[in-house]
């Protein structure tokens, strides 16, 4: 319990009463100094005695005034008091009372959660004695099911994760075969998409390259002195060169027209430095011709090393071999078109279709730009340029296998045996077969043209043929009296393969053989 704090009631009027007495004391101090103060001035007896009693009565009044004041204040304190008194024994009881009931509802609690532990531990327990039954109840059963069944019970469980499995299998299967029949529905459609957004996707210049380089000339004087006596000097640089060198084509320029790049540029280097002669023979020629050689190896060099780092393959150990490869493809054309931006744009195809469908990118990249790596050599070799391909990927010993198949399968050679080979086999037809992407002369063109209808005239039953389409599709007619209809397949099929080994050209030719009957009678009046 609370100690209790015990007020006494007369503490303040024994304040009030010593008040009273000093102000008396010190009105009787007042007077006493009054009258010595009068001692000064002759009074008489009876002066005197008139004033102290003046005095005494004012100071017996006042004091009685004090004093009841001091009464009245002491009363209304001691009133006061007691009743802060009782307010405080009112609250202290009321505090005792809250306590004591706090304690009781506390106990209360702590009653009813022990009880409530009691009845969660006993609901524990036969909880624990019902799993406890169960599971023997689940032995019981299963053993007598399968003393009924004669299965044990390790082999019921083998059987029935065997039919899971098996189900699984089946709808593993059928959601297969309706993707499948999906996309055998949708792939030309996806494909075609994927094709024009790849071709949209792709911004660079076009890859055609000029087969002719013109050399600006300050002073037409100086091209005489490079053409020399009776084009003695023309001759020689020709000779030389294997290049076409045109001065009088148009004034201060001089044109120099091969196709073979590297000469025109060597060609293209060797006039430079001719100009900056002031007198030219066949000795100087053949000094600058080794110069100008050495420039454009140098240069073959710097394009490979070039090229590499911007397919971001400088890691590998590359040599200036195979530097010097690379760079010649800048140096290459096919129908026209430049065989290093080309390949460019065979490798960014492939990447931009790979990237679609998960496939490795490193592989597409590689094998789409190195494809037609052995143009740089097929001439001066004279093997097909995608085996050259494969040896020089080879020899060098930077490519995996799958990069260097995907690189030299795209002619078909062998079949393409990774999706990575199939793109790069779809990049090349969609840079090379994409309109205005290659050229080739009139006299090529009417060339090509006339070969492949030539070799259609020359089987039997042919009546007429049209290639059509820029020569891409040949148009046999047959006589229907000398071929049956039975025969125009293989008659396809062996005019396709004669083009095939004896004329060069872009893409792909269809052969479209047609064969028409028509009866015709009249029917006249009775």
């Known amino acids: 319990m609370a100690e209790k704090t015990v007020y006494n009631s007369w503490a303040m009027p024994i304040n009030v009463i010593s008040l009273v007495v000093g102000l008396g004391a010190l009105a009787l101090g007042t007077l006493i100094g009054s009258v010595i103060a009068a001692g000064k001035r002759p009074l008489t007896l009876g002066g005197f005695e008139q004033k102290a009693n003046n005095k005494l009565e004012k100071t017996q009044e006042e004091a009685d005034r004090i004093y009841r004041e001091a009464g009245e204040k002491a009363e209304h304190l001691k009133v006061r008091s007691q009743e802060d008194e009782e307010r405080l024994k009112e609250q202290f009881v009321r505090i005792e009372n809250l306590i004591v009931s706090k304690e009781e509802q506390v106990e209360k609690k702590e009653q009813r959660v022990q009880s409530a532990r009691a009845l969660v531990d006993e609901e524990t327990k036969q909880v624990d004695a019902l799993r406890e039954g169960l599971k023997a109840k689940k032995i019981q059963i299963t053993e007598s099911l399968s003393r009924k069944v004669g299965i044990r019970m390790d082999k019921a469980k083998e059987e029935v994760l065997e039919q899971l499995a098996r189900d699984l299998e089946l709808m593993k299967e059928e959601r297969i075969h309706k993707l499948e029949e999906y996309l055998q529905e949708e792939k030309i459609g996806i494909a075609k998409n994927m094709i024009v957004d790849a071709i949209q996707r792709y911004s660079a210049p ?78 100087v020629i053949n000094i600058k011709l080794e110069e100008a050689k050495k420039e454009i190896e140098r240069s073959l060099i710097r394009i490979g090393k070039e090229t590499v780092k911007k397919l971001e393959l400088d890691s590998r150990a590359f040599n200036d071999d195979f530097y010097r490869i690379v760079g010649r493809l800048q140096f290459r054309t096919s129908y026209g078109q430049n065989i290093l931006k ?185």
């Open 206 to 283: 076009t890859s055609v390259e000029k087969k002719s380089l013109a050399v600006m000339v300050d002073r037409d004087e100086h091209k005489a002195r490079i053409i020399g006596q009776n084009a003695e000097n023309l001759i020689l640089i020709e000779e030389l060169t294997g290049c076409d060198i045109i001065f009088n084509d148009a004034p201060g320029t001089i044109i120099i027209s091969c196709f073979d790049l590297v000469k025109k540029h060597i060609a293209r280097e060797l006039v430079m430095k001719l100009l900056r002669e002031k007198f030219v023979d066949a000795s």
């Open 342 to 526: 080309h390949s460019f744009e065979v490798g960014y195809f492939t990447l931009m279709l790979g990237s679609e469908l998960g496939l490795n990118m490193e592989t597409c990249k590689v094998g789409g730009f190195f494809h037609d790596l052995g143009k740089a050599i097929d001439h001066e070799v004279g093997e097909p340029h995608d085996i050259l391909s494969k040896r020089i990927m080879e020899e060098h010993k930077c490519f995996s296998d799958q990069e260097i198949h995907a690189a030299w399968a795209h002619h078909d050679a062998v079949p393409q045996e990774t999706a990575e080979a199939m793109l790069v086999k779809a990049g090349d037809a969609i840079s090379a077969g994409r309109p205005g992407a290659r050229q080739e002369t009139l006299e090529k063109y009417i060339e090509r043209i006339r070969a492949i209808e030539g070799i259609a005239n020359s089987y039997e039953g042919v009546s007429k043929t049209y290639a059509i389409s820029a020569g891409r599709e040949l148009r046999v007619i047959v006589e229907p009296a000398v071929l049956e209809d039975e025969n125009l397949s293989d008659l396809a099929t062996h005019i396709a393969r004669e083009i095939e080994e004896n004329v060069a050209y872009p893409g792909k030719i269809k052969v479209n053989v047609i064969r028409r009957t028509q009866s015709i009678d009249v029917a006249k009046p009775k």
